[in-house]
């Protein structure tokens, strides 16, 4: 689990219990801090990659673990100097987009909002160094919108934020970008299911989620939510692509977020709040391996597991 403040946990008894990856203990100005993303970047399970701030140093790193987490690598070799500060989410750029190629897991590609030094950054050896791509989106505004196509290595798609927002795809590795979705111009996620159905997900005056079947060619609208607020914390079941679950979240700490389940490929949804605290919502949701569990970790702070039905929902659409 990848949080803020309190830096990578890790459970191994399905969430009963946590314990801390990194940092392990003590305190440095320049590792203590944010922990934004984080994937298993190994096929055998024991390479872990996160993306960092720190609270005592003006930079953005990169974390690689090759054991499990027993122990990380600290990167910083080609990424920004410094925070960006024009044109950013949070008056900073911190990497909250991260991304793997699952052909080829050496491939890993980093987003970092910025006009002044943030955008894509590229690693062809695993995250041990790291350039700046050639080629950039037309909106470097990102929040942790970045996908590669699993069926190609070579098409990444990227979701921007506000001014030239909405979703840009590039079909040669980053180096020529098309704006592609201009319908919604806040994304703040993107997935690529193991068919090739791209999913953008953000607001569009209420939560929003789209679609595209063709690769990024064309795009539908998928549901629109009738709650204020923007659509975060999307999955898709990796193992049955008709289940995908998503958050709705009130920004500003505001209570009124909502977890909503669908097993028949988004035409119908159930919502799933029932039973959590209050919270803005969920900053991310995940499938559990046994097929019957949905994790969401809410920006209150706190991890939560649920069981979900067997059959598809059949309660109307909210």
């Known amino acids: ?11 191994r008894d399905g969430g009963h219990t946590y314990k801390a990856l990194f940092p392990s203990a003590g305190y440095r100005q320049d590792i203590n801090g944010h922990v934004w993303r984080v994937l298993a970047a190994g096929s055998a399970g024991n390479k872990i990659i996160a993306t960092s701030s720190p609270w005592g140093e003006d930079i953005n790193q990169f974390l690689i673990s090759r054991n499990g987490g027993k122990s990380f690598d600290i990167v910083r070799a080609g990424l920004p100097k ?60 990102i929040y942790s919108g970045l996908a590669v196509d699993p069926l190609d290595s070579k098409r990444i798609f990227w979701g921007a934020c506000g001014d030239k927002g909405g979703v840009y795809m590039s079909q040669d590795g980053g180096n020529t970008w098309r704006h592609v979705l201009k319908a919604m111009n806040w994304v703040f996620e993107i997935k690529v299911d193991n068919t090739g159905k791209v999913y953008a997900v953000g607001d569009q005056g209420g939560g929003t989620i789209y679609v595209s079947r063709d690769h990024g060619a064309t795009w ?48 119908s949804w159930l919502d799933m709040t029932h039973g959590l605290p209050e919270s803005p919502g969920a900053s991310a949701t995940a499938f559990g391996k046994d097929g019957r569990s949905l994790y969401a970790g ?19 659409n909210p």
Do not use: H
């Not at 689990?1 to 459970?11: F, I, K, P, S």
């Not at 008709?242 to 979240?249: L, P, Q, Y």
């Not at 809410?298 to 109307?316: E, I, N, Q």
């Open 1 to 11: 689990v990848a949080t803020m403040d309190n830096g990578l946990l890790e459970t």
């Open 82 to 141: 410094k925070r960006p500060r024009i044109n950013t989410l949070w008056g900073l750029g911190y990497p909250r987009g991260l991304a793997v190629d699952s052909r080829n897991p050496g491939n890993v590609y980093l987003g970092i909002d910025g006009d002044d030094g943030g955008g894509l950054y590229i690693s062809n050896n695993g995250g041990k160094t790291w350039r700046y791509s050639t080629g950039q989106p037309g909106s470097k505004k």
């Open 220 to 267: 539908q609208l998928l549901k629109k939510f009738p709650n204020d607020g923007a659509c975060k914390g999307f999955s898709v079941d990796p193992a049955d692509c008709g289940r995908m679950a998503v958050s709705t979240v009130r920004w500003e700490s505001a209570a009124g977020g909502k977890i909503y389940f669908s097993g028949d490929g988004g035409k």
């Open 298 to 316: 809410l920006y209150a702070g706190s991890v939560w597991k649920t069981s979900l039905p067997r059959s598809k929902p059949v309660r109307k």
